[in-house]
């Protein structure tokens, strides 16, 4: 099993940015696929981009282009630097592992970091 613990979120303003930050509680380079998911009151959760070990990356439509996923294997961390935030990208933002396409690997999901963007 591993845990995650999210940080780096916060109130910012439209067209701001946030850096978040994923520490793994053990090593992930045996983790293929890590991913940043997100989850806005009301809705369900949705995988926001993900990242493999060769360092190919896919994003949700919505954040293409304004989003970018990072990891670091050696500080077993995963990273999402977003950028041009709008009211929409409002949400808990979670990381884990991905199974395939967009299934989390493992049921045991952090607290989480909130994201919210306001004027």
């Known amino acids: 099993q591993v845990q995650f613990v999210e940080s780096g979120g916060g109130l910012v303003q439209p067209g701001g940015s946030l850096r978040l930050s994923c520490a793994a509680s053990r090593n992930i380079a045996s983790i293929y696929t890590m991913g940043w998911y997100r989850q806005a009151p009301g809705k369900q959760r949705e995988l926001v981009a993900r990242i493999t070990n060769s360092g190919s990356t896919n994003y949700l439509d919505s954040v293409k282009g304004r989003f970018i996923i990072s990891r670091d294997n050696a500080k077993n961390t995963v990273y999402l630097q977003m950028n041009s935030l709008n009211p929409e990208d409002t949400a808990v933002y979670s990381c884990?592992?991905?199974?395939?396409?967009?299934?989390?690997?493992?049921?045991?999901w952090g607290q989480g970091t909130q994201v919210t963007v306001s004027s």
């Open positions: 884990n592992g991905v199974r395939s396409g967009t299934v989390p690997i493992y049921d045991y």
